[in-house]
Each structure stands twice: as structure tokens, then as C-alpha cells.
T-cell receptor, first 114, second 112 residues
Framework: DAGVTQSPTHLIKTRGQQVTLRCSPK?????VSWYQQALGQGPQFIFQ???????QRGNFPDRFSGHQFPNYSSELNVNALLLGDSALYLC?????????????FGPGTRLTVT | QKEVEQNSGPLSVPEGAIASLNCTYS??????FFWYRQYSGKSPELIMS????GDKEDGRFTAQLNKASQYVSLLIRDSQPSDSATYLC????????????FGAGTRLAVHP
């Protein structure tokens, strides 16, 4: 049973560029949530996708956008990158109807903006 | 008050001792709580969940929930150097949608 997968593992971008991160949830899961984790902090909720729609959004600007595909995989897009966007981006997989809130994280994508 | 708060540590315990990690929460979170373990440079790993008042045990780990005092704790018995990591306390946001709110994490160091 494959766990949550994310790609790429690491990414280096320049200020002003755009980036796309990808996530595939665990088998049987239908919900994908994205989190940003700055160094020394806990993960911060960006948004959540279910049935190909954004269900809820955290306090992140519109530069952060996403998408969910029919196979439940998801993408996170960040436009006009800022130095402050450097962080570990985590995808969390869950089943909306079958759990009591447990979310399982992928290995993350380390984004460095220079 | 932050929704979920943890002491950042580091908490240093000798090998074989009991490590006690604590977390307090506000009224803005629901009654579902989770403990994640995060090794340096890795992603968080779910190790315990607790929903009801009282204790829940799983191997060397015990999670405790006290709703009256609004705190959650994680006890690690017979601590091992391999338990050295950052432990993140998370709560489900009371507004629904499976949004997790995390504390900043407590760094645990188990020394031989």
C-alpha cells in the first residue's frame, strides 16, 4: 500500500518565479491538504481539496493556488515567489468520511527561494 | 492565546526515563487531538490520536486528554535515543473541514 508521495523532493527557485508541487494521496484517501512549515515552526494550513474543489483556505495570499484531479492527486502552485516562501511544503492525505481527522503526511518538498 | 501551544524545549531526559510532553489548547479547536513525531529534515509522522477524556496507551506511548483543563499530553516510557525528535501537538479546527492546527513543537533529546 503506497503512502503519500510528493515531488519534487527539493527545489531551488529565484524570487519572482513560479513553482508547482505535486502530491498523490494514500490509496483509499480522497482529501488532500497542503501545509507550509517554516524552520522551527509547526505546519500552517494552506488549503484543502476534496472532490476537486477547494474546501477551506488558511491565511495565505492568492499567489498560492491549487488543484485536485479526478484521481485525487493534487498540485500546489505558488506565483511570484518571495524569499519568505522558503519552507517545507507538506501534503497531507485523509479520508473525509472514514476518519476522525487523522491526516498522513508525505515526505515534503523543500523549497528554497533565492 | 494561540489555538495550540507547546513549550519549545528542548526537553532533555536520560535514556530509560519517562518523557512528558505537554500541549494546551483554546476553545477554537475541537476535541480531536493528534501527536506527530518529526525527525530533523523529515516530515511529521502520526503516532497517537485521542478524542476522549482520559488516557490512551499504545506501546511505550500514552496520550492523555483533560478537557476541563484544556491540555493534552504525551508520555514516552523507557525513552530511547531514537525518540529524539520534535513532537508536534495538533488539534482539529472546530470549524470543520479537517483542518489541523499545530503547535510549534517540543524538541526532545534523549541522552544515553
Amino acid at each position: 500500500d503506497a503512502g503519500v508521495t510528493q515531488s519534487p523532493t527539493h527545489l531551488i527557485k529565484t524570487r519572482g518565479q513560479q513553482v508547482t508541487l505535486r502530491c498523490s494521496p494514500k490509496s483509499g484517501h480522497d482529501t488532500v491538504s497542503w501545509y507550509q512549515q517554516a524552520l522551527g515552526q509547526g505546519p500552517q494550513f494552506i488549503f484543502q481539496y476534496y472532490e476537486e474543489e477547494e474546501r477551506q483556505r488558511g491565511n495565505f495570499p492568492d499567489r498560492f493556488s491549487g488543484h485536485q484531479f479526478p484521481n485525487y492527486s493534487s498540485e500546489l502552485n505558488v506565483n511570484a515567489l518571495l524569499l519568505g516562501d522558503s519552507a517545507l511544503y507538506l501534503c497531507a492525505s485523509s479520508s473525509l468520511l472514514q476518519t476522525r481527522g487523522e491526516q498522513y503526511f508525505g515526505p515534503g518538498t523543500r523549497l528554497t527561494v533565492t | 492565546q494561540k489555538e495550540v501551544e507547546q513549550n519549545s524545549g528542548p526537553l532533555s531526559v536520560p535514556e530509560g526515563a519517562i518523557a512528558s510532553l505537554n500541549c494546551t489548547y483554546s476553545d477554537r479547536v475541537s476535541q480531536s487531538f493528534f501527536w506527530y513525531r518529526q525527525y530533523s529534515g523529515k516530515s511529521p509522522e502520526l503516532i497517537m490520536s485521542i478524542y476522549s477524556n482520559g488516557d490512551k496507551e499504545d506501546g511505550r506511548f500514552t496520550a492523555q486528554l483533560n478537557k476541563a483543563s484544556q491540555y493534552v499530553s504525551l508520555l514516552i516510557r523507557d525513552s530511547q535515543p531514537s525518540d529524539s525528535a520534535t513532537y508536534l501537538c495538533a488539534a482539529l479546527f472546530s470549524g470543520g473541514y479537517n483542518k489541523l492546527i499545530f503547535g510549534a513543537g517540543t524538541r526532545l533529546a534523549v541522552h544515553p
